[in-house]
């Protein structure tokens, strides 16, 4: 049974629309290229409202060959151990300024630095681009001496799903793979095949048609199952160990139980969190409530536990 603090948050999220003294919620054509542009003054608008950032993190921002990137360090935190950080947004929204406060709660609980990047946007720039990024962006630790053994990846949605889709195309160009990965609410069937994109419509917090729209803006002409674009349909074995995590209550529920399940049978070790009635991207909202302060602590606990394994891949 959820706790009093989540079911009050979830509702409060459910009827947002409220707070804007909008008594129906706004149907948006999503194709829209000025609704993108509105969404994405809205995720910066509510980051700056809502983004204040825990007591002793430090940031410092950095270039890499043109793509604005940033340091998260907390006072405690052991610099020669890094979090990559994927931000999410549908690939078509996100900055280091919309996700800086959610990176440094991973920061201060996991006492581990993070390097958060700003990947290139859809539809300005479609499939290749996010990956060619995230890519450069891990290649710039390697090179700044960084060891595979001490970078573990964490993404949420959109990011979620690109840690998945680097994984993958890391392993095939014979890359040194990462200690491990968390992937919470993860993009991984940009076909929106799966059954919770029906049963879950009603109750998910996400708007309608916000998924698919996304899918044509970021992969543009390209097969929407492409392994690179929607991971689910990769082959998956070789990967680092994996912690997943997923709300019941959201439409994108199944692309973590069918991915996680297919991971499983090729060997990759996957742990696998569903939260029952819970939301997109819970895990982010701690300290607000017990289920999200419990799925941090465990996810920056792995994030320790295996980047002091110290495996290589």
């Not at 994927?86 to 609980?109: L, P």
């Not at 069918?258 to 569903?274: D, H, M, N, P």
Request: hydrophobic share 45%; net charge neutral; proline share 5%.
């Amino acid at each position: 049974m959820l706790s009093l603090r989540a079911r009050m948050i979830k509702l409060l999220m459910k009827n947002r629309n409220l707070f804007r003294l909008r008594m129906k919620k706004e149907n948006v054509d999503w194709n829209d290229y000025e609704a993108i542009l509105r969404f994405r003054r809205d995720v910066e608008e509510g980051a700056g409202k809502f983004g204040k950032l825990p007591e002793g993190i430090m940031i410092s921002p950095v270039d890499i060959d043109n793509m604005p990137a940033e340091w998260i360090f907390y006072t405690a935190a052991q610099k020669d151990r890094v979090i990559l950080y994927f931000h999410g947004g549908g690939y078509v929204t996100g900055t280091c300024q919309s996700h800086r406060a959610i990176v440094a709660k991973f920061v201060k609980n996991s006492g581990v630095a993070a390097l958060l990047f700003e990947y290139r946007l859809a539809p300005e720039h479609r499939f290749p681009a996010a990956l060619d990024d995230a890519l450069a962006a891990y290649s710039w630790l390697l090179d700044q001496g960084m060891g595979n053994s001490n970078i573990v990846f964490v993404g949420d949605s959109a990011g979620g799903g690109l840690v998945l889709a680097a994984l993958l195309a890391l392993r095939d160009q014979g890359m040194p793979l990462p200690a491990a990965a968390v992937s919470y609410s993860p993009v991984t069937d940009f076909k929106c095949s799966g059954e919770s994109y029906r049963t879950k419509a009603r109750v998910c917090l996400a708007p309608a048609g916000l998924a698919s729209a996304c899918a044509r803006h970021y992969a543009g002409d390209n097969d929407l199952g492409l392994p690179y674009i929607s991971p689910l349909y990769g082959e998956l074995q070789g990967l680092p160990p994996l912690l997943i995590y997923v709300g019941e209550d959201e439409t994108l529920r199944d692309d973590s139980i069918r991915f996680a399940q297919k991971a499983e049978a090729a060997g990759v070790e996957v742990t696998l969190r569903v939260g029952k009635g819970l939301f997109h991207c819970y895990p982010a909202i701690a300290p607000l409530f017990p289920e999200a302060t419990r799925a941090m602590a465990e996810i920056c606990s792995f994030i320790r536990e295996n980047i002091s394994r110290g495996r290589l891949y």
